[in-house]
């Protein structure tokens, strides 16, 4: 069973910076597209940052400049770096192949930018 489980969110002020890791379950991220999502409150949930395969990532415009995706293979691991953060990037942050097994979402790691 595919699972995901993610770490690192909390509470943080306007402009500042937090470190996303999500730990992959059941599957080797090297063979797959893996992705970062959130859901802000109220509204659906937004594909944020894909790292593929290879070495090529992209980014959701909203978040290009700001958020850096990564990976580390070795350890099943996939990390979403977050700098200039502003209260619009509250929200629920989930990691997920991209495109996502749709029956293994994990609780994902709260973020709130406030002051």
């Known amino acids: 069973q595919v699972q995901f489980v993610e770490s690192g969110g909390g509470l943080v002020q306007p402009g500042g910076s937090l470190r996303l890791s999500c730990a992959a379950i059941g599957i080797t991220t090297r063979f797959y597209n893996m992705g970062w999502y959130r859901q802000a409150p109220g509204k659906e949930r937004e594909w944020v940052a894909t790292?593929?395969?290879?070495?090529?990532?992209t980014y959701a415009d909203f978040v290009k400049g700001r958020y850096t995706i990564s990976r580390d293979n070795d350890k099943n691991t996939v990390f979403l770096q977050m700098n200039s953060l502003s209260e619009e990037d509250t929200g629920v942050y989930y990691c997920?192949?991209?495109?996502?097994?749709?029956?293994?979402w994990g609780q994902g790691t709260q973020v709130t930018v406030s002051s």
């Open positions: 790292t593929s395969r290879g070495v090529t990532t």
């Open positions: 997920n192949r991209n495109p996502p097994f749709l029956n293994s």
